[in-house]
């Protein structure tokens, strides 16, 4: 099978915190992330399409950063999650965490 991601992804494990439209929160670990997005497992189950924002501390980071999403597949484990718009600080965070080490 081809791989159809156009980023990388790397292994990340971290608490995090999910905020629907709603209002409503869920938690969840990340198991990996690419600057194209996140796969979160948790027991929740958004649908396909949903938008949410991701709470997470990224290594490197003082506090936490917020990632806007879109769930586009569900799985028995957890979610796919595609970043929205990152900003800057978003964007070199998580470009610090995928970066091989030299």
């Known amino acids: 099978m081809q791989e159809k ?10 608490e995090l ?3 629907l439209p709603s209002g ?18 948790t027991t929740e189950r958004p649908t396909f ?4 924002e991701i709470m997470a501390t ?3 980071t003082l506090g936490a950063v917020r990632l806007p999403g879109i769930v586009r597949w569900t799985g028995p484990d957890g ?4 970043f929205g718009l990152l ?3 978003e964007t070199h965070a998580i470009t610090k ?6």
Do not use: N
Request: hydrophobic share 35%.
């Open 24 to 41: 409503a929160t869920f938690a969840g670990t990340s198991r990996d992330i690419s600057l194209g997005g996140m796969f979160i497992e």
């Open 58 to 60: 990224l290594p490197g």
């Open 79 to 82: 979610i796919g999650v595609q």
């Open 17 to 19: 915190t999910c905020k």
């Open 5 to 14: 991601r156009a980023h990388r992804r790397t292994p990340l494990r971290s």
């Open 49 to 52: 399409g949903t938008a949410l």
């Open 97 to 102: 965490v995928i970066k091989p080490s030299s």
């Open 87 to 89: 900003g800057a600080r």
